[in-house]
């Protein structure tokens, strides 16, 4: 099992930034790829960004391309999503997920396990 645990979500204004975290523990952070997906409410689970194992090759959904980065700490078991020119349509709850699978990083179904969410939330 690998248990999840995201924190850095809150009230932001137009424009601002949040750094997200998602902290891992369980089994060897390093043997899986970590993603980033959202859900606003009555909308489908949307990827936002995805990481490989070594964090060298990452993936970014349309929407959020040139304004968010996904990176990793290995050594600190942490996945982290820079959150930059927040729009009110970023405003959702916002998931991180782990899986071993190395293709189809922007799937849900790819993630075999799942943090419980941080709210993020845009506003003028």
């Known amino acids: 099992q690998v248990q999840l645990v995201e924190s850095g979500g809150g009230l932001v204004q137009i424009g601002g930034s949040l750094r997200l975290s998602c902290a891992a523990s369980?089994?060897?952070?390093?043997?899986?790829?970590m993603g980033w997906f959202r859900q606003a409410p009555g909308e489908e689970r949307e990827f936002v960004a995805a990481?490989?194992?070594?964090?060298?090759?990452?993936y970014y959904g349309d929407l959020v391309k040139g304004r968010f980065t996904i990176s990793r700490d290995n050594a600190k078991n942490t996945v982290y999503l820079q959150s930059n020119s927040l729009r009110p349509e970023d405003t959702a709850v916002y998931y991180c997920?782990?899986?071993?699978?190395?293709?189809?990083?922007?799937?849900?179904?790819?993630?075999?396990?799942w943090g419980q969410g941080t709210q993020v939330t845009v506003s003028s």
């Open positions: 997920a782990a899986t071993e699978e190395l293709l189809r990083l922007r799937l849900p179904d790819t993630y075999d396990y």
């Open positions: 369980g089994r060897t952070f390093s043997n899986y790829a």
């Open positions: 990481i490989n194992r070594s964090g060298v090759t990452t």
